[in-house]
Each structure stands twice: as structure tokens, then as C-alpha cells.
């Protein structure tokens, strides 16, 4: 197992770099990783020409067009697109040239916008999706099914074992930083920083604060990836629902933005007050994810998100200097 070969999809991104730290961390030595540049992943014929050459055990599934409120806004038209083709293309090649054992991550936003709360795997696509970032979860949805009809039809013919891991929203080192394109953790971490180094009165922040959100340190998840990719087959689907390949991966708590704002706000070191644009856009009220799946699995996070914002905090400085 060890000396498998493992092609980590979207090794430059937060989620990607972390996989694979913790994979070499554990003691696997044949990792392939590919830049944009090098691999376009929404070109079919580049990356099954790519699959058949390197002759892959193993596919980490990070690579992803990913981005907060306003730029699922701005551009649906890429996140529908740029995420149907390199999930198509890796999927469906990996098939094609003998992959056994692939882990795709979606998203949470993937589940309806109204739902009872704490959300369960069964619940994707009980009712209608949050509007402001459909093409997105259409996009990863299409990616768990794939998973799922691509185990139906080839699982026991040739022996695929395709899974998927909802993760909360993420947070942690390599996170995109951009105001308007990044999501809430990053943007409020930039916003606060700039607003204490202008010392400025006070900080804006979208949305009445009311919202609230489950968050978890890309760290957790890089464990999380590699221990449901490494669980027993029989285990594994054994604690699924039929035809389901998808598990949620998440803390089990939730803090509302407002109460984010404020531990970002103290983490800082920001003196002024926090104001909320309220003609600006909530989303969902509530995305808390029941993670007791993942839990018997033997899966728990460990670091709490006040330690986690801190350690963000200390890897934003020292990017900026």
C-alpha cells in the first residue's frame, strides 16, 4: 500500500498541499503531482494520455474551481463548467486505465438549502439548492454520482472502489486570501488585518451575521481523506446507504458568522467595531453536517477553532511580509 502510486489532483490548493503532507507523513514515497501548466485537467485526451503513462493505484480528488458568495455569483458559468470537466475527465480516465481506488471531495453546499438540521448524507437531493452557489453543487454533485454509478456499473467487473467525503467549510495554511473571491475565514482574516494596520473605525461585513456555519481545519481533512481511503471495503460500504458513495466529514459544531467575526476580530488584534451590510446576501442559515458516520468509522478532528484561526493568522503574516 505504501508503495502505491498516488496522483494527488490539486496539489498546489489549500486542501491538495495538505493531503500531500500528511501522505508523505505517513510513508508514501510514489506521490505524482502535476501544476496546470503541466496537466490541464479539463483536456480529456491530456489526462487520460497522462493516466496510461504513469500507471496510477490511487487518485486524490482536491482539484477544484472553488470561491465564496460573490464569486460563485460573478462567475457560475466557470465553477458549473471548470468542475463537471475535470471531475468527468478524471473520473471516467481513471476508470479507463485500471484505477482501482479514487477519493472525491465535494462540498457541503451540495445539500438543500432547506433541511433539517444536522444534514445526513440521505438528504442530498431532497429540495432545492442554495441559489447563489448552484452551478458550483450541481458540479460536485455530478461528481458524487459519478462516483456512485461508476462503483454500480464497473465496481464488481473491475473492481472500483470510487468514494466521497463531504467536508464542512474549510479553513487553514494556502487558503486563498482575495476580499471578494475567497471564502469567509480568509476574507474576515484580510479584512481585519487591513483594518487594524489603516486603523480604521470599523469593518463591513456582508449579511446580518446571523448565518451559521460549521468549520474545520484543512489538516483534519487531510486525516480524513486518508484514513476513508484506506478503511475496509466491506466496512466502509457497510456503514453507507444503498448506492451511496459519499460520507460527511465535518466538527459537529457550528459558530454563527457574527461569533466568527468577533474570535477573528480578538485573534487580530482589531480594536474597531464590526458592522453588517444586511441588503447584502445570507446564504444558507445553516449547513451543520451529521458527522456520525465518519465518527464510528474511528474518525475525529483535533484542533479546535480558536487554536486553528490562530495558527491561520500566524501563516497569513508571514505570507504578506
Known amino acids: 500500500?505504501?508503495?502505491?502510486?498516488?496522483?494527488?489532483?490539486?496539489?498546489?490548493?489549500?486542501?491538495?498541499?495538505?493531503?500531500?503532507?500528511?501522505?508523505?507523513?505517513?510513508?508514501?514515497?510514489?506521490?505524482?503531482?502535476?501544476?496546470?501548466?503541466?496537466?490541464?485537467?479539463?483536456?480529456?485526451?491530456?489526462?487520460?494520455?497522462?493516466?496510461?503513462?504513469?500507471?496510477?493505484?490511487?487518485?486524490?480528488?482536491?482539484?477544484?474551481?472553488?470561491?465564496?458568495?460573490?464569486?460563485?455569483s460573478k462567475f457560475p458559468a466557470e465553477f458549473i463548467y471548470k468542475n463537471l470537466m475535470i471531475e468527468a475527465n478524471i473520473i471516467h480516465s481513471a476508470y479507463l486505465c485500471g484505477v482501482k481506488k479514487l477519493l472525491f471531495l465535494g462540498s457541503s453546499c451540495i445539500y438543500p438549502k432547506k433541511i433539517k438540521i444536522p444534514i445526513k448524507e440521505e438528504d442530498l437531493l431532497s429540495n432545492k439548492l442554495e441559489f447563489t452557489n448552484e452551478?458550483?453543487?450541481?458540479?460536485?454533485?455530478?461528481?458524487?454520482?459519478?462516483?456512485?454509478?461508476?462503483?454500480?456499473?464497473?465496481?464488481?467487473?473491475?473492481?472500483?472502489?470510487?468514494?466521497?467525503?463531504?467536508?464542512s467549510n474549510l479553513y487553514g495554511p494556502g487558503d486563498n486570501y482575495h476580499l471578494k473571491n475567497s471564502h469567509v475565514i480568509p476574507a474576515l482574516i484580510k479584512k481585519f488585518h487591513n483594518s487594524k494596520k489603516?486603523?480604521?473605525?470599523?469593518?463591513?461585513?456582508?449579511?446580518?451575521?446571523?448565518?451559521?456555519?460549521?468549520?474545520?481545519?484543512?489538516?483534519?481533512?487531510?486525516?480524513?481523506?486518508?484514513?476513508?481511503?484506506?478503511?475496509?471495503?466491506?466496512?466502509?460500504?457497510?456503514?453507507?446507504?444503498?448506492?451511496?458513495?459519499?460520507?460527511?466529514?465535518?466538527?459537529?459544531?457550528?459558530?454563527?458568522?457574527?461569533?466568527?467575526?468577533?474570535?477573528?476580530?480578538?485573534?487580530?488584534?482589531?480594536?474597531?467595531?464590526i458592522k453588517f451590510d444586511k441588503s447584502k446576501p445570507d446564504g444558507t442559515l445553516s449547513k451543520l453536517m451529521d458527522n456520525s458516520r465518519i465518527r464510528k468509522l474511528k474518525w475525529k478532528d483535533e484542533i479546535n477553532l480558536e487554536d486553528g484561526l490562530k495558527q491561520v493568522y500566524s501563516d497569513f503574516k508571514k505570507k504578506i511580509k
Open 135 to 167: 452551478p458550483y453543487a450541481i458540479a460536485k454533485i455530478a461528481g458524487i454520482k459519478m462516483c456512485e454509478s461508476y462503483n454500480r456499473q464497473y465496481g464488481k467487473t473491475h473492481g472500483l472502489d470510487y468514494r466521497s467525503i463531504m467536508p
Open 1 to 72: 500500500m505504501l508503495k502505491d502510486k498516488i496522483f494527488v489532483a490539486g496539489h498546489k490548493g489549500m486542501v491538495g498541499s495538505s493531503i500531500v503532507k500528511h501522505l508523505q507523513e505517513n510513508g508514501y514515497k510514489n506521490i505524482i503531482t502535476k501544476s496546470h501548466i503541466e496537466l490541464d485537467l479539463t483536456n480529456q485526451k491530456a489526462v487520460i494520455d497522462f493516466f496510461k503513462k504513469k500507471k496510477i493505484n490511487q487518485i486524490y480528488l482536491a482539484a477544484a474551481k472553488v470561491g465564496g458568495i460573490y464569486a460563485n
Open 198 to 273: 489603516k486603523k480604521l473605525p470599523f469593518v463591513t461585513i456582508w449579511g446580518t451575521g446571523k448565518p451559521k456555519r460549521e468549520f474545520l481545519h484543512v489538516h483534519d481533512l487531510a486525516k480524513a481523506c486518508i484514513h476513508v481511503m484506506n478503511i475496509n471495503k466491506k466496512l466502509y460500504y457497510s456503514n453507507l446507504s444503498k448506492f451511496s458513495s459519499h460520507i460527511n466529514v465535518g466538527s459537529g459544531k457550528e459558530i454563527t458568522i457574527k461569533e466568527l467575526a468577533e474570535i477573528i476580530r480578538e485573534t487580530v488584534g482589531y480594536n474597531g467595531k
